[in-house]
């Protein structure tokens, strides 16, 4: 998966540097040409003629050195670059990228490059849980750049906790796993819905709620740019349609049932991401209801469950996965829809938090199986949830 690609290796000035010859000589083993770019810290640490002996490549440590050729070395390295990966990124170093400052070589190539970046952290377990940290890490993810989640264990100041930069192993796969996605889905039909359903009150009033469909949008767009045909149902959003996305817009939760319905059969794979309102009005006006008492009276009834229906139409071979947004008893209830409407997978998310849940880019889920399996993933891109979702589920279809 690395052959022919060419991977730039950013070194920050930790302890942990050494452990970046390993990750560049596995990427070299793997076929990637490997460009390392040394923090002046980081040579504090290890030399520039180690990578080089390595890689094969120069190595660069200034921006203020000789020149050998008239491109602007910064923009030609980050124009070269399929992938950039910054092991190990010290807090220091995050912050800079976060603030945007582009004082040396490493960081005024993180501003031109348009491949996708992977930080690997590395430092003490304080400083990582320091909300400024974590504030840095939030920011940067919810721009799409992947942060490689921190080994716990014994650090080198002592400290016993989260911090530890992962071993090179795991950092060339997680970075891997991001190129193998190419394409994995190419003869698969997957069916998403996306946002929240309007019912309506009167011609300008409604009933709905606060998803902005940004979740179920970040799964269709993940499925298409692995090669699936994606059926988008959606309900009113602000969000563009990601490209190669054939979208169904509706507004109620009977035209969105209507409109999966006509699709399920025929889907592979079914992810109910949209936010369903459980109630419509039973009356509804056909004239804008005015302020002429104190109180205005709806009596509501129960939307049909789609979910649910689902899961009892579904047919062997089809993967079924919902969502379960709560505020209180995350688990529990999640567990109890997987079971009740017969899912395959459930994703389940806390959406009081303010970083994760309607309207944030970013998101902090857990992922519940139907064997009783719970996998808890850490603060990330909605995008990159979506990606980590389907892995889950294409091993579910294996």
Not at 192 to 198: D, E, F, P, Q, W
Not at 222 to 239: F, Q, W
């Amino acid at each position: 998966m690395f052959k022919d690609k060419n991977i730039i290796l950013g070194v920050t000035g930790g302890i942990a540097a050494y452990k970046s010859v390993e990750i560049a000589s596995r990427l070299r083993k793997a076929g990637a040409s490997v460009h390392v770019i040394m923090t002046s810290g980081a040579q504090n640490f290890i030399t520039p003629l180690t990578f080089r002996e390595i890689t094969g490549n120069p190595v660069v440590t200034t921006m203020w050195g000789e020149v050998t050729n008239y491109n602007v070395e910064h923009i030609a390295l980050a124009e070269l670059a399929d992938a950039v990966i910054v092991a190990p990124a010290t807090a220091n170093f995050i912050a800079k990228a976060s603030a945007g400052i582009a004082d040396d070589m490493l960081t005024t190539t993180l501003l031109a490059v348009q491949a996708p970046v992977f930080f690997a952290p590395a430092m003490n377990t304080n400083m990582y849980n320091n909300p400024l940290t974590q504030g840095n890490i939030k920011k940067l993810t919810a721009l799409g750049w992947h942060f490689i989640p921190p080994a716990a264990g014994h650090l080198a100041c002592g400290a016993e906790g989260v911090g530890r930069m992962p071993e090179p192993v795991d950092i060339v796969e997680f970075v891997h796993n991001w190129f193998s996605r190419t394409m994995d889905m190419s003869k698969l039909k997957v069916l998403v819905t996306a946002a929240g359903t309007h019912e309506p009150i009167d011609p300008v009033r409604f009933i709905g709620n606060r998803s902005s469909g940004k979740m179920g949008y970040a799964v269709a767009e993940a499925a298409a740019a692995r090669g699936a045909d994606v059926i988008l149902v959606s309900g009113p959003s602000s969000l563009e349609i990601p490209c190669g996305v054939n979208a169904i817009m509706v507004q109620t939760a009977a035209e969105m049932r209507k409109a999966v319905l006509e699709n399920y059969n025929s889907a592979d794979i079914v992810i109910k991401a949209a936010a369903v309102a459980d109630y419509r009005v039973r009356n509804i006006s056909d004239q804008k209801i005015k302020k002429n008492d104190d109180e205005l009276i709806l009596t509501l009834d129960k939307n049909p469950d789609i979910l649910k229906e689902l899961g009892e139409l579904k047919q062997p071979g089809q993967i079924l996965v919902g969502f379960a947004a709560e505020t209180q008893n995350l688990i529990e209830y999640a567990r109890q829809k997987l079971e009740k409407k017969n899912l395959d997978m459930i994703v389940a998310n806390d959406v009081s938090r303010k970083d994760s849940g309607f309207n944030s880019d970013t998101n902090a889920v857990k992922l519940l199986f139907r064997n009783g399996q719970v996998e808890e993933m850490p603060l990330m891109s909605k995008k990159e949830v979506a990606n980590q979702l389907l892995d889950r589920v294409l091993s579910l279809k294996q």
